[in-house]
C-alpha cells in the first residue's frame, strides 16, 4: 500500500537546464495535484490534472512550467531553463475523488530543486 | 496577497498544555478549511477540516474552531505531546484549489 512516490528527492540543475519531477500517486488514484514551497513560504498551489487532462493550471507560471499525467505512467512537472528562482521544494499530492472529498489529498515527500 | 496568514511562524507548549495555532484568511467565500501537518523531509499530512457551515470540529485531541465572522481559523491541540512537534499549516479550500498558510513550527517540551 505505498503512498505517494516522488522522484528523485533531491535535484541539482545549472541555470538553463531542463529539470523533470515525476509523481506516482497511490493505487487507485486519478487526481493529481503540484504545489510549490519557496523558502519561508506556505504551499502554493501550481496546477490540478486528471488522467491525460490538465484541469486547472492557474497557478503554473505560464513560460517554462508544463505539467502531465499520462494514461500510463506519473505525473510530470516539466521546468525548461531553469532559472535560481525556481529552487524550491515541489510537492505532488494525490486524491481518489474531486470535488468536496478533495480534501483527501494524500502528498508525497516533495522533490527538492537547488538551481546553481 | 497571502489569501491564507499564520502569523505565528513557530510556537513552545509544555507536554500536557494546551497548544492553540491561529490562522486568518481574506475571502469570506471560502467555505472550507484544513489543517496539515508536516514532519521535515515528509510531505505535509492531513489532520483536520471544517465545512463553513460548522463552527466546530473535534478528533480526539484535535479540535478546529472556525469564526466566520471574524474570518478566523484556530487549531486547538490537549494534551500537547512531544510527536506533535511539527509545523502546522492551514488551507481553504475553494473548487479546485487550495491555498496554504506560511506555517507555524510547534515545539512540544517534553
Known amino acids: 500500500n505505498a503512498g505517494v512516490m516522488q522522484n528523485p528527492r533531491h535535484l541539482v540543475r545549472r541555470r538553463g537546464q531542463e529539470a523533470r519531477l515525476r509523481c506516482s500517486p497511490m493505487k487507485g488514484h486519478s487526481h493529481v495535484y503540484w504545489y510549490r514551497q519557496l523558502p519561508e513560504e506556505g504551499l502554493k498551489f501550481m496546477v490540478y490534472l486528471q488522467k491525460e487532462n490538465i484541469i486547472d493550471e492557474s497557478g503554473m507560471p505560464k513560460e517554462r512550467f508544463s505539467a502531465e499525467f499520462p494514461k500510463e505512467g506519473p505525473s510530470i512537472l516539466r521546468i525548461q531553463q531553469v532559472v535560481r528562482g525556481d529552487s524550491a521544494a515541489y510537492f505532488c499530492?494525490?486524491?481518489?475523488?474531486?470535488?468536496?472529498?478533495?480534501?483527501?489529498?494524500?502528498f508525497g515527500p516533495g522533490t527538492r530543486l537547488t538551481v546553481t | 496577497d497571502q489569501q491564507v496568514k499564520q502569523n505565528s511562524p513557530s510556537l513552545s507548549v509544555q507536554e500536557g498544555r494546551i497548544s492553540i495555532l491561529n490562522c486568518d484568511y481574506t475571502?469570506?467565500?471560502?467555505?472550507?478549511f484544513l489543517w496539515y501537518k508536516k514532519y521535515p523531509a515528509e510531505g505535509p499530512t492531513f489532520l483536520i477540516s471544517?465545512?463553513?457551515?460548522?463552527d466546530k470540529n473535534e478528533d480526539g485531541r484535535f479540535t478546529v474552531f472556525l469564526n466566520k465572522s471574524a474570518k478566523h481559523l484556530s487549531l486547538h491541540i490537549v494534551p500537547s505531546q512531544p510527536g506533535d512537534s511539527a509545523v502546522y499549516f492551514c488551507a481553504v479550500n475553494t473548487g479546485n484549489q487550495f491555498y496554504f498558510g506560511t506555517g507555524t513550527s510547534l515545539t512540544v517540551i517534553p
Open positions: 499530492a494525490s486524491s481518489p475523488l474531486t470535488g468536496r472529498a478533495s480534501y483527501e489529498q494524500y
Open positions: 471544517i465545512s463553513s457551515i460548522k
Open positions: 475571502n469570506s467565500m471560502f467555505d472550507y
